[in-house]
């Protein structure tokens, strides 16, 4: 019976381990970040969510970010009927059951931009959800940037500000803070300098709340069911060391 029991304990110690691991490794920033990484609270069960962030990179992020892992028809997982998907998502000649990839040529992108734009199928996996929420609230005005934006979390990004017109413009208030004994200017808040089509910051934090919802489902369509499956699985295992246990008790008890 012993036996069973150090077998049951090293199970959980095991998968006690892997959340641990998930939660404060994978599931936080660098250490290095220059600004502190603000909570995605993303959750994959929130299908209003992931609809409105869906239709928020089909409207701002497709036309340069492609999902080469996800079909126009997997959007049906969300809550997007198929209908939908054909007369909404689809915004060129293709077909529901072809890759989320953007129209422009590789060749093109690289001209424009200097580098091609990633594509954004497991930025939730290389990254982490508390990241890429984080990177879309801190764009900020700056006028000596060739984008004219840059970034409190990707300092000098070449990527422009795609939804500051949902968000507004915004300037940062630069503070002087002694770092390794030097000093060095640091944000600390912003002020509007013009409001966009979202008039309270709430709003816009919600819509980056959803594009990272949809970002970090696009990363992994089935993981809620993958998850669902894992909690059967632990579910089982309970059961079937509660059943072992009643047996082995059963077999030894003569033997004591």
Known sequence: MKKWIYAFYALMAVLVSAVAYDRFVVGTGGSHDPVPLQAANVDMSDKESLQRGAKVFRDYCLSCHGLSSVRYNQLVKIGISEDDIKRQMITNNGKAGDLMQVASRREDAAKWFGVPPPDLSLVASARNPDWI??????????????????????????????LWTEEGIKVPKFVEKEEHGEKVKVIEGYDMQRAGLLEKPED??????????????ASEP???????????????????????????????????
């Open 222 to 256: 089935d993981q809620l069911s993958r998850k669902y499956i894992g909690f059967g699985v632990l579910a089982f295992l309970l059961i079937l060391f509660f059943l072992a246990r009643q047996l082995s008790k059963n077999y030894w008890k003569d033997i004591h």
């Open 133 to 162: 929420y984080t990177y879309l609230i801190s764009f900020y005005r700056d006028d000596e940037r060739p984008t004219g934006w840059n970034n409190a979390l990707f300092p000098n990004v070449g990527m422009p500000h795609a």
């Open 204 to 217: 816009y934090q919600r819509m980056a709340h959803d594009v990272t919802n949809f970002l970090t489902w």
